[in-house]
Structure formats: C-alpha cells, structure tokens
T-cell receptor, first 111, second 114 residues
Framework: GQSLEQPSEVTAVEGAIVQINCTYQ??????LSWYQQHDGGAPTFLSY????GLEETGRFSSFLSRSDSYGYLLLQELQMKDSASYFC????????????FGQGTTLQVKP | DTAVSQTPKYLVTQMGNDKSIKCEQN?????MYWYKQDSKKFLKIMFS???????INETVPNRFSPKSPDKAHLNLHINSLELGDSAVYFC?????????????FGEGSRLTVL
C-alpha cells in the first residue's frame, strides 16, 4: 500500500520561513510533488522532485531524500496570500501518472 | 481561455438520483483523471484515462461510470446517488509521458446529495 504523512496544521507570521514535512511509504516511487490549494479553489502544482536534493522556484523550495522516504516544502518570506493547504503527493511506479496525495497541511500566515 | 474546465460547478440533488459531470481540456494532454476531495480535504484518485483507454480504476463503486469520448474529454456519471457521494470532484489532465508529477486541475464540481 501507500501512505503519506504530513502535519495537519502549521502557523507562521508574515516574512517568516516555514517548512512542511512529508514522509511516505510506497510500493513504488518515481518522485514527490507538492501542490497548493486555496479554500474553494483547485490544487495547483508547485514542484516535483525525482532526485535527491533541493529544487528552488522563487520563494518556494522542495527537498527530497529517497533513502529516508522524506521530503519537505520550504516557503520563505511568507505572505498572507500563502495561507492555503499544501499537499505532498507521490508519483508511483508504472507509467500511469497516478499521484497519491497526503492529507494536506493547512498553513495559516498571520500578520 | 480555461485549460481544464468542468461543468457544472455546483450540483445539489436528492439521494437516488443520477447525475453527470463533464470535463474538457484544451492542453493537448493524453491523460485525464477524476479525483474526489472529501470534507476533510483528502484527495483520492478515482479513474484515469489515457487516449480514451481506462488505465486506473481505484475500486470505485460501479455506480460511478467514467466515459472518455475522445482524449480531450472525460465525463463522470453517477447512478443512485448516496449521501456519502457528497464531495468536490476534480478533473485533471497531464501530458502522460514523461511523467513529471504535474497535474492540471479543473476548478472542481461540488456535489451535495440531500
């Protein structure tokens, strides 16, 4: 089977840095994706890591350690608009593009 | 110019009814998906089609029947609706190969079963 674990809630202040962790157990693994979802909106893609290491995209970075079955999303210079749910998702083996999502982390950014 | 569009955005219906949700993508992608998001925000894959062929069927009750008339469209028909079917249903698409972990989601269809 497959399971992913991430914290249910995180709170931080504007301008701060926050890290959202994700651990996974899967029978097959291609990579780890991160998605952002605002209330009432659609999930939108943030990043994808297939190899170990850090990927940076503007204020957001994502890290993967395949040996530890662990990844994280790092958000820097937090803004109020970053308040949203963040999901990690595993791309499993097989050429189906099937993504298994974690339960999501609700990030609240306070002034 | 919406990339993945689904209709209707909202559906309110009685138990036992049948309803359909339609999805279209104009991205030229080969693969389309249906995901269900429950009240706890858990996103669960239901089905996937690649070039009109069913490739993923995640033990969804057979009251749910997807149909892909062409690779740009994926519809979802639900028979004999139950209270537990209340959720937001998201359509998504991806290029297919190579897989990059990126799905393009529609805005969702919120289904409420009374």
């Amino acid at each position: 089977g497959q399971s992913l674990e991430q914290p249910s809630e995180v709170t931080a202040v504007e301008g701060a840095i926050v890290q959202i962790n994700c651990t996974y157990q899967t029978s097959g693994f291609y990579g780890l994706s991160w998605y952002q979802q605002h209330d009432g909106g659609a999930p939108t893609f943030l990043s994808y890591n297939a190899l170990d290491g850090l990927e940076e995209t503007g204020r957001f970075s994502s890290f993967l350690s395949r040996s530890d079955s662990y990844g994280y999303l790092l958000l820097q210079e937090l803004q109020m608009k970053d308040s949203a749910s963040y999901f990690c998702a595993v791309l499993g083996s097989g050429n189906t593009g099937k993504l298994i999502f974690g339960q999501g982390t609700t990030l609240q950014v306070k002034p | 110019d919406t990339a993945v569009s689904q209709t209707p955005k909202y559906l309110v219906t009685q138990m036992g009814n049948d309803k359909s949700i339609k999805c279209e993508q104009n991205l030229g992608h080969d693969t389309m998906y249906w995901y269900k998001q429950d009240s706890k925000k858990f996103l669960k894959i239901m089905f996937s089609y690649n070039n009109k062929e069913l490739i993923i069927n995640e033990t969804v009750p057979n009251r749910f029947s997807p149909k892909s008339p062409d690779k740009a469209h994926l519809n979802l028909h639900i028979n004999s609706l139950e209270l537990g079917d209340s959720a937001v249903y998201f359509c998504a698409s991806s290029p297919g190969s190579p897989n990059t972990g990126e799905l393009f989601f529609g805005e969702g269809s919120r289904l409420t079963v009374l």
